[in-house]
Each structure stands twice: as C-alpha cells, then as structure tokens.
C-alpha cells in the first residue's frame, strides 16, 4: 500500500512539474485566462496552469513601441485575448493585413483589416477593404479596383456600421502607408467618430 501510495505521488509530482514552459523570452500578464509567452519571434499561449493552451506561432501581431495613447493597431505590445479574440497578422504583397482567431486559436475573423484596434465590450473599429476585378488591360493583366471603410465590427465579424469611407489609399508596397482609424469606441454606449477634423459623439444601436 505504501508503495502504490508512493507512485501515486511520485506521477502527481510529475503531472505538476512536467510541461511546464522555460527558457522564455517574455511572460506577459494574465488576460481572459491567458497569458502570451515569448520564444524569440514566436509566441504562444499558456493557460492558468501552466499548459499550452495555443502552441508557438509567428502571425500574431505585437509592437515593442506600443503605447496606451495609440487608438488602433499600434497600442498592442504583446499578444493578448479581449473579447475571446486576438489579432493575428500576415503580409500580402508586402502590406500586412489583420484578423483574429478565438481562444482554440482558430481564425474567426478573416484577414480583412488594414488597421484595426483590439476588441472591447465585444466590439471593435478597423478599416477593411474590397479587391473587386474590373477586368483585363491591353496587356492582359488583371485589374482591380479597391474599396476602403472603416467599420464597427462585433466579435463573429458582423459589421454593425460603416462609419466613414476611405479614399487614397495606397496598395502597393513602396507607397502603402497603414492608415489611420478615425473612430473611437468610448464605452458599451458610445461612439466618437472624426469627420472632416470634428469629433461627433453616436449612440451605439443595436
């Protein structure tokens, strides 16, 4: 009995030890349950007991110059969940492009964001973009024609508004520029939108 008893606590030691992530580069703070560790340029996530809840990747999006007064993309320093939803990236001829995955990390927000802020009170602003064929040229090459808005947009990715259009943006690599969100989610309420240099306050109607 002594023996079985010893065994029992020998793989209940091991259970608690084994697994457990080192040799790391970042821990960041707990945010819905999870916390995002850094092995150079990959990142994973970790539940509250040590386990890997998502395992190392390279697509998500974080900025060592993330700063609280930003109000899009660039307030993110490290990976993190808001809203069960987490901003991933990948690049598209030279331009990143923005989506989200969920808390199983799979993709439930497409690639669609040229700029986007984190999720909060389940909603976030961000401007997204059409690629529409036109057609050929004379030398046969394909011709597109692209749309931008800036949207809000609920964590199953429906759009809720379309809050302003955007014009002159630049989609090819040497110009492109990620362009400013002109929008800010102020509570569960309200909404400030800037049109023309003026703020307007909205009531959020759902």
């Not at 945010?31 to 996530?45: C, D, L, S």
């Not at 007064?69 to 991933?88: E, M």
């Not at 799979?106 to 602003?125: D, K, M, R, S, W």
């Not at 110009?175 to 003026?198: H, M």
Request: some cysteine; charged content about 25%.
């Amino acid at each position: 009995m002594k023996k079985i008893t010893t065994l029992i606590a020998a793989f209940i030691y091991m259970g608690l030890s084994a697994q457990l992530p080192d040799n790391l580069d970042y821990v960041s703070p707990f945010h819905e349950g999870f916390a995002a560790i850094q092995k150079e340029n990959k990142w994973a996530f970790m539940d509250d007991t040590g386990n890997i809840a998502i395992d190392y990747r390279d697509d998500f999006y974080w900025n060592t110059d993330a700063k609280a007064s930003y109000n899009d993309i660039r307030v993110i320093a490290y990976p993190q969940f808001s809203s069960g939803r987490c901003v991933v990236q990948k690049i598209v001829d030279g331009i990143p492009m923005f989506g989200f995955i969920d808390t199983s990390g799979q993709l439930v927000i497409e690639y669609q964001f040229l700029n986007v802020a984190p999720f909060q009170n389940g909603l976030t602003t961000g401007i997204i973009f059409e690629k529409v064929f036109r057609g050929k040229n004379e030398f046969n090459l394909d011709i597109y024609e692209f749309k931008f808005h800036e949207v809000l947009m609920d964590a199953d990715g429906n759009i809720i508004e379309f809050l302003n259009r955007r014009d002159n943006i630049q989609m090819t690599k040497r110009r492109y520029r990620t362009p400013e969100i002109r929008s800010k989610i102020l509570n569960g309420n309200l909404i400030a939108v800037e049109k023309d240099n003026l703020w307007e306050i909205k009531k959020l109607d759902f």
